[in-house]
């Protein structure tokens, strides 16, 4: 299965610091704030506000720093020009990335992952050149021991979802993007917390890594997600969980 998704997964069970808290936080507020740019400031009619605001919620943020990034999307109160962009590239072996980010300096962040990217064994790519690697999913994930496979399923394909696949330590769903509100729902209705639900570029198929490249690989992803700018990191490679352990404890 994706080895980013049981990167994800690994990454949400590590203790968060308090930089990394903060990192969290600039990344949500500026979710927060695009969403309400493009959808407008009402969560029932805007599905990304109402994602982005759990999101938030799932952080601890509180709810006048949710309010102020609405605010700042809305033009109500000042704030930063943000801009939304997609860039794509290659990573160790071969692996189609898709690198989502909300800047207000476009070229200095093009100059970031540009210089990570040839630092970790990867490369920008040509708008077009991968994402067609990736179709537009809603993605949850699920901690293995909140439910068994039975329970699952009869759950989320009630609900509308795609498919329920197992990932070592976690389900992960896949619904229509339309469906990840309902899915979501029905898993909360039944007592179980997703650890993530959000509308992402899944992969259609994965690249296998092992080794040095496995940990290159994972060494790019962690530094993309440093910078303010990423939002989020999709890639199409598979690796063994045990590579990601390798990674983490290092």
Do not use: C
């Amino acid at each position: 299965m994706s080895g980013h998704s049981k990167w994800a997964t690994i990454k949400h069970k590590k203790a968060a610091t308090d930089a990394k808290r903060g990192k969290a936080f600039t990344k949500v507020i500026r979710e927060l704030t695009i969403a309400a740019r493009v959808g407008g400031a009402d969560p029932d009619s805007n599905p990304r506000l109402r994602t982005a605001i759990l999101s938030a919620k799932a952080e601890n943020m509180p709810n006048d720093n949710i309010e102020r990034a609405v605010l700042r999307g809305t033009g109500q109160l000042e704030g930063e020009l943000l801009e939304e962009a997609m860039f794509e590239g290659y990573g160790p072996g071969g692996v189609g990335m898709l690198v989502a980010v909300v800047t207000n300096n476009r070229n200095r962040t093009v100059g970031e992952l540009r210089h990570l990217m040839s630092k970790n064994g990867g490369n920008m790519a040509e708008s077009g050149a991968v994402g067609w690697m990736f179709a537009r999913k809603g993605d949850i994930m699920v901690a293995k021991e909140a439910a068994d496979e039975d329970k699952m399923l009869g759950i989320v394909l009630d609900a509308g979802a795609e498919d329920l696949r197992d990932d070592g330590s976690a389900w992960e769903v896949t619904t229509p993007p339309e469906a990840l509100d309902k899915v979501r729902a029905a898993l909360t209705t039944a007592g179980i917390t997703p650890t993530s639900a959000e509308v992402s570029w899944v992969p259609q198929n994965y690249v296998k890594l092992v080794g040095q490249q496995a940990q290159q690989m994972i060494r790019l992803i962690e530094a993309l997600e440093e910078l303010d700018d990423v939002q989020h990191v999709y890639a199409n490679f598979d690796v063994d969980e045990s590579e990601i352990q390798a990674a983490v404890a290092s």
